[in-house]
């Protein structure tokens, strides 16, 4: 994991003459303590690093009060280390929801995160 992540600040670097300010490391799996110091040593000048798994989270499904439609896209429910993102969802601009069944979010575990939840979810949305 640290020569993947030396090999990746690397390559930023040389192609942008700068080092990245902020590097975030995401797979479908929880990674392990080794995987974890890893990313860490070879972040240690860089000024903000998450270390987040992603998931699809099936169990789980939500509407508006009230309403025929499921939750607005972007939509957040956090605590201080997990979330649930709905990528998904009502689009207020187009007035509905596109999609053909009822969204589930993605279920995101941060097992390191020096920035927020909120942070995160917004760049993944973009």
Partial sequence: ???LISDSIELFRRQRNRPPKRVVVHKSTRFSDEEIAGCAS???N???LDIVNIADYTKFRAYHVGEDYPVVRGTVISNDSEAMLFTMGFIPALGTYPG???PRPLHISCQRLDTSIET????YLS
């Fill in 1 to 3: 994991m640290a020569n």
């Fill in 42 to 44: 070879s972040c240690e």
């Fill in 46 to 48: 860089i000024d903000e």
């Fill in 100 to 102: 053909p069944s009822v």
């Fill in 120 to 123: 995160f979810a917004a760049i």
